[in-house]
Nanobody
Framework: QVQLVESGGGLVQAGGSLRLSCAAS????????MAWYRQAPGKQRELVAT???????NYADSVKGRFTISRDNAKNTVHLQMNSLKPEDTAVYYC????????????WGQGTQVTVSS
């Protein structure tokens, strides 16, 4: 079982930057893709960015060019650098990890709040 703990959320003005981090602990061997999702009040959880174990990345159209996902496999961490933040980026951001053994359920962090003021 893998535990994911996010950090780095907070309150920032529009146009500002934040860096989210997620540390994985426990049985981290076999982690495949890691990702960041977000959920705004009254909305469904949506995918923000993904990164594979081979560091191939993918982004939601709404964050392309502003957010960068990165990963340190040796430290079992994943980061999300968020620049040019907009009020519509306000949400709880969740870290996600799935496994090479596809029958294992993915793991989720507890979430970290990001609030962007206009």
């Amino acid at each position: 079982q893998v535990q994911l703990v996010e950090s780095g959320g907070g309150l920032v003005q529009a146009g500002g930057s934040l860096r989210l981090s997620c540390a994985a602990s426990g049985s981290t061997f076999g982690i495949n893709t890691m990702a960041w999702y977000r959920q705004a009040p009254g909305k469904q959880r949506e995918l923000v960015a993904t990164i594979t174990s081979g560091t191939t990345t993918n982004y939601a159209d709404s964050v392309k060019g502003r957010f960068t996902i990165s990963r340190d496999n040796a430290k079992n961490t994943v980061h999300l650098q968020m620049n040019s933040l907009k009020p519509e980026d306000t949400a709880v951001y969740y870290c996600y990890a799935d496994y090479i053994l596809r029958w294992l359920s993915p793991s989720w962090g507890q979430g970290t709040q990001v609030t962007v003021s206009s």
